[in-house]
């Protein structure tokens, strides 16, 4: 038991090499009453394997692939005496390209994702706080919708206690990545995934002090196709 392995010809099966080269763009501006957002994210990747290298080299894989994100997002803030709001704006651009050097093939996707979102809040009676936000997105592959609501309220107690409950439904497309790139060694393309969607339940109790958080809460998620 133990010792240093030895690694003889007949024990290395494959070596595979990954060549990864990402890139990254940020930035956001912000206003009175306004604020807007934009990102970028490049990713290019090459991908070999060689099994047998040291008896009979032979390439059994050959992958090029690049996945590129571009987004924004812009909201409005809007502070009247009696209440606060939120409204949204957002805009994905979504490009996969997955080349096979052995088969030849070319694989390319591009998804667009666009999304308005409304959210509102409340404080009455000094100590309670309730919250309600909206958001409808389209997703341009499937030609997908989805409208997914928050509730939230929050009641406040002394010594800086407080509970709150919130339900939410939430909607999340699998990636590009997910649906196309098979280079991964642990799992590979699925292009038959369908989105994730569901509700999420949960009620706790917290207290916040100066440097300190403490909670303790008991939620529900109720998912489809996790």
């Known amino acids: 038991v133990g010792g240093v392995p030895v690694w003889t010809s007949d024990k290395l099966i494959q070596v595979s090499n990954y060549d990864d ?3 990254f763009v940020r930035a956001r501006g912000t206003g009175e009453h306004w604020q807007a957002s ?3 994210n490049f990713s290019d990747r090459d ?3 060689i099994k047998t290298p040291l008896t009979k080299p032979t390439l059994s894989a050959d992958v090029d692939y690049d996945s590129n ?3 924004s997002e812009l909201q409005y803030d809007w502070k009247p005496a009696w209440a606060n709001f939120v409204f949204g704006l957002s805009y994905q651009r979504e490009n996969f390209k997955n080349r096979d ?3 030849k093939v070319l ?3 591009d998804r667009d994702s666009v999304a308005v979102f409304a959210r509102g809040e409340k404080t009455f009676l000094d100590t309670w706080t309730a919250a ?3 958001r409808e997105s389209y997703v341009s592959s499937g030609d997908l919708t989805a409208f997914t609501p928050q509730f939230q309220l929050l009641k406040k107690f002394p010594h800086r206690f407080s509970a709150y409950t919130n339900i939410g439904r939430s909607f999340n497309m699998p990636t590009l990545k997910q649906l196309y790139d098979d280079t991964g060694t642990l799992s590979g393309a699925n292009a038959d995934l369908d989105p994730e969607q569901g509700w999420t339940y949960e009620t706790g109790v917290k207290w916040e002090g100066d440097r300190t958080l403490a909670s303790l809460a008991i939620f529900q998620m109720d998912f489809d196709h996790i």
């Open 132 to 134: 309600l936000g909206v």
């Open 47 to 49: 991908y070999t394997t």
């Open 38 to 40: 934009f990102y970028a």
């Open 107 to 109: 694989i390319e996707s």
């Open 101 to 103: 050097g052995l088969t």
């Open 69 to 71: 994100v571009i987004g």
């Open 21 to 23: 080269v990402k890139d």
